[in-house]
């Protein structure tokens, strides 16, 4: 750990966000809005980093988690108009526990029917709030009555905040002993479970970990779009720009993850003049960058570290 | 068997079985491990030793049996259960965490099975350059392992092990892989922990390499025990010598010289491969003549397999390998296959959900429907239980029925050079018998060569023109089958 103040990615990190802290000041509401989302994106990304890059368990749902935290919050506000940070809060409960629900029987499936379970679990939610659209909102989405501040300054933030500390969080855990133990269990389990560590308990702990940031950021995503729609927190479109986040920024580096939404939210952004081609245009350089560069962004810069 | 009566044991096994399905992989196994012994488990591949190390460890739950530790039950516990109750596994492959240093992937063995472990003190860092100093690694480490050599990569396994100070020390197959200085180092380190009062059981495949090492040893077969003793005792036991090298082998090998062929078909010219940093094959050179029968010797791990994947393409290679003139090289597997060199592999690779028949059609797809018919005639007449099992699912054939429409399907290829790759492996005595006749037949009538590659010894001599014996990614002895025994036979005991 005391390591890891004298190391350049802490230095480097530190200045990064001491920077994008004072992009308020001077530039337009609207790069701060984008910025505001890609934030709340990068702590998706990193949630899911700890399940697939450190538990070694591919989570095809990501936007199940998040999905739950989103529309729990969002449906405590609309209903009973209970306030915003209590339904934050009870949003990233929800999350949590929807996310053990899920996990208790899905680790104990093997390999790529992990990943599925996961992928069902999203189209069963997708398909619920439809379904129930009086409570949800359905196809239209779901109006919020609240919001935790109008000024985009304070919203971004925000955001920036949270990232942060969830950045110290989720990265100090996967450097911490614990992460280790996860690391070892994703990597070779056999071997895990005969050095004397639970492997059930150690991914479902990762599981939990993940669900709470992922409810969270989902929670306060609806409260800065004054809407949650299954277009936006839901579909699982939405899940695979997480992953894809992820895998671009580089997998088992908890930032990287953060890096890559960043990129993918604002080169999105970026190239809108290009019109339908934007879409294609990212999606190309993600494909090129998972082809070539399997490590992204931060894993290549870490492992060529590695060797020297 | 000569220890003094007071000396308690740590760990009893009694009756341990375990099934997979059908197969009785382990039968009725029992063992005693006293602390400070070191005791082998020794068995040729597909023996079940190492499923019994596994169901010992937890790793396979037991079908049946009692592993008793220090008085207590463990059958059918976790892995992780077991280990925390005083037991560390030495793997045979290890995946290191690459992107921590050698002492961090120490401290990971040490860490409390907990989820509030959030900052290692210091304490466990002590230990773990302790242990780390203990086997060897204190030079190396704080380097990461991408960079180090096998040799240290095994010492991490090592350390690993013994880092909770387990009382019982299960290691797989100790010097797979090692050069043979390196076999004495890891001999001494492995005799440390006897002598500090740790039980050792040790899984290999042959006495001969662990002899040196081990106070007991424990031979199986087919999952069940053959016979319990000291080494020198086991290695001449009747039946241990029948398993190992056969009973008196009857050879008729024709010789090298009555092939026609002045330039033989296939040439494999000083080939070495490697895995990452193991080398699994070093300079291996071995010919073959149009029609001649060769067999290439060697115990698991030796090379034969991977030998025969270079020669079907699947491998990158140093050295040549020539077919009648011209070199395989850059060809690729397919068309190698397609021009004649067919290979039978070990795992068999049966596409397990279509039917026997449909198994066949694919191997002769390339006939045309008359060549294919006639070739399918003549199989069924080679092994008769194909055509009565035509239409039954290929995984619900018994092994040695498998084994066979592997055979057949590679032979339906019409192949000019089979490679057939441990075809005994795991198959009852009279299975053998089977396939032995089925070769023979093939020698007498056909025109093919075949590359057997086999560590029953009994099987491939029999049917051998020629033998070469590879052991440690080298070739070590060439010749006659008839003088293997007195010149190379001591290896495979």
């Known amino acids: 750990m005391a390591d890891f103040f004298k190391s350049r990615l802490f230095w480097i990190s530190l200045i990064v966000v001491v920077i994008a802290s004072t992009l308020p000041l001077y530039v337009s509401g609207y790069i701060l809005g984008l910025l505001t989302v890609a934030y709340y994106f990068g702590v998706f990304a990193m949630a899911w980093d700890l399940l697939f890059g450190f538990a070694g368990e591919v989570n095809f749902g990501p936007t199940f988690l998040i999905g739950v935290g989103a529309y729990t919050a969002g449906i405590l506000n609309n209903e009973y108009g209970w306030s915003v940070y209590l339904c934050i809060v009870l949003g990233a409960l929800a999350a949590v526990i929807a996310g053990f629900v899920l996990a208790l029987p899905a680790l104990r499936v093997r390999g790529p029917y992990f990943g599925l379970t996961t992928l069902v679990a999203v189209l069963i939610l997708q398909n619920f709030i439809v379904v129930f659209a009086e409570l949800t909102g359905g196809e239209i989405g779901l109006t919020i009555p609240d919001v935790i501040t109008i000024n985009a300054g304070v919203n971004y933030w925000i955001a920036l905040g949270f990232m942060t500390i969830s950045a110290i969080i ?39 970990v993940s669900a709470f940031f992922s409810g969270l950021s989902g929670a306060l995503l609806v409260f800065y779009f004054g809407t949650a729609s299954v277009g936006t927190v839901v579909d699982v479109a939405v899940g695979v720009n997480v992953i894809v986040a992820a895998v671009l920024g580089g997998r088992r580096t908890v930032l990287g993850a953060a890096l890559g939404a960043i990129f993918l939210i604002v080169a999105g952004e970026f190239l809108r003049p290009t019109g339908e081609l934007a879409t294609f245009i990212v999606s190309a350089v993600a494909l090129l960058v998972v082809l070539f560069f399997p490590g992204g962004f931060l894993g290549a810069a870490l492992s060529r570290e590695a060797r020297s | 068997m000569d220890a003094p009566l007071n000396t308690t044991h740590v760990l009893q096994v009694r009756g341990l079985t375990k099934r997979f399905g059908g197969l009785t992989a382990v039968k009725n196994l029992s063992l005693d491990l006293r602390p400070g012994e070191i005791f082998g488990l020794i068995g040729p591949n597909g023996s079940g030793k190492s499923t019994a190390m596994k169901a010992i460890m937890g790793i396979e739950r037991p079908s049946e049996g009692e592993v008793v530790f220090e008085g207590e039950n463990l059958a059918g516990l976790p ?35 907990s989820l509030f472990m959030l900052f290692a003190d210091k304490a466990l860092t002590d230990r773990a350059k302790w242990i780390a100093e203990r086997v060897g690694l204190a030079e190396v480490m704080d380097r990461r392992p991408p960079t180090l050599p096998f040799a240290d990569l095994r010492r991490l396994e090592l350390a690993k092990a013994i880092a909770r100070d387990p009382k019982v020390v299960l290691v797989d197959e100790p010097f797979a892989g090692l050069t043979l200085a390196e076999v004495g180092t890891f001999s001494e380190l492995i005799r440390s922990f006897r002598d500090e009062g740790r039980a050792v059981l040790l899984v290999d495949h042959n006495v001969k ?47 090298e010289t009555s092939f026609e062929d002045s330039v033989p078909l296939l040439q494999v010219e000083n080939v070495s491969v490697h895995y990452g940093k193991a080398q699994a094959l070093e300079n291996v050179s071995i010919h073959i003549h149009q029609g001649e029968f060769v067999s290439i010797v060697g115990l698991n791990g030796a090379g034969k397999t991977t ?80 055509k009565e099992r035509q239409n039954q699912m290929a995984q619900t054939l018994s092994g040695g029925e498998q084994q066979m429409l592997a055979i057949g399907r590679a032979l339906m290829m019409k192949p000019k050079i089979l490679i057939l790759d441990e075809p005994t492996l795991g198959l009852a005595p009279v299975i053998l018998e089977q396939l032995s006749k089925a070769l023979e037949k093939l020698r007498q009538t056909t025109p093919i060569t075949l590359l057997l590659g086999e560590q029953n010894v009994t099987f491939a001599l029999p049917h051998a023109d020629r033998v070469y014996v590879l052991e440690h990614a080298r070739i070590v002895w060439e010749g006659d089958p008839g003088r293997f025994a007195e010149e190379a036979g001591t290896g495979y005991l």
């Open chain 1, 170 to 208: 989720l990265y100090g855990l996967s450097q911490s002993p614990v992460g280790l133990v996860l690391q070892a269990s994703g990597q070779d389990p056999v071997q895990a479970g005969a050095l004397g560590f639970n492997i059930v308990k150690h991914k479902l702990a990762a599981f939990v």
């Open chain 2, 79 to 113: 892995a992780h259960k077991i280990a925390r109750k005083g037991f560390g596994m030495v793997f045979q492959h290890s995946r290191p965490l690459n992107r921590q240093t050698v002492l961090e992937n120490i401290m990971v063995a040490l860490l409390p099975d």
């Open chain 2, 209 to 255: 390499s662990v002899a040196a090492l081990v106070d007991r040893v424990l031979a199986m077969y087919l999952g069940e025990e053959i016979v319990t003793g000291r080494a020198d005792d086991v290695m001449r036991n009747e039946t241990v010598r029948r398993v190992y090298l056969g009973g008196a082998i009857e050879t008729s090998a024709r010789p």
């Open chain 2, 307 to 386: 030998l025969f994947n270079t020669i079907s393409g699947l491998l990158p290679y140093n050295g040549e390998i020539v077919r009648a003139g011209e070199k395989l090289r850059g060809m690729t597997p397919a068309r190698i296959a397609r021009s004649g060199i067919v290979q039978c592999p070990e795992s068999r690779e049966l596409f397990g959900e279509m039917s026997v028949r449909e198994n066949l059609d694919l191997g002769g797809q390339h006939l045309s429907d008359q060549d294919k018919d006639a070739q399918m005639a003549w199989l069924f007449e080679l092994f008769p239980i194909l």
